[in-house]
Nanobody, 125 residues
Framework: QVQLVESGGGLVQTGGSLRLSCAAS????????MGWFRQAPGKEREFVAA????????YYAASGKGRFTISRDNAKHTVYLQMNNLKPEDTAVYYC??????????????????WGQGTQVTVSS
């Protein structure tokens, strides 16, 4: 498994930006694809964005398309989620996850086998 640690969450006003980071360890970055998910209180965990092992394929949920950008730096063993023009409905705990299915991208939680502890993002109106 891959060990994942998220950081970069916080409180931001509507229209603001945050960049989340996910530091990975335990396996070579080339061996796994990555994704970001989020979970708001009382709601199911939902897909946000995913990236293939080398970054050549990215995929976004409709809610974040055009506002969020996922990227990775394999030399630093880190995946990022740049979030711009944040809205109150983006408020949630954000989780990064790793999948051994390194080719292509995956959008379902059951397709991922390693998870971080989450970082809180709160967007005030």
């Amino acid at each position: 498994q891959v060990q994942l640690v998220e950081s970069g969450g916080g409180l931001v006003q509507t229209g603001g930006s945050l960049r989340l980071s996910c530091a990975a360890s335990g396996r070579p970055p080339s061996s796994y694809g990555m994704g970001w998910f989020r979970q708001a209180p009382g709601k199911e965990r939902e897909f946000v964005a995913a990236i293939s092992w080398n970054g050549d394929i990215t995929y976004y949920a409709a809610s974040g398309k055009g506002r969020f950008t996922i990227s990775r730096d394999n030399a630093k063993h880190t995946v990022y989620l740049q979030m711009n023009n944040l809205k109150p409905e983006d408020t949630a705990v954000y989780y990064c996850a790793a999948t051994q299915q390194r080719i292509g991208v995956r959008e379902h939680p059951y397709q991922y086998d390693s998870w971080g502890q989450g970082t809180q993002v709160t967007v005030s109106s």
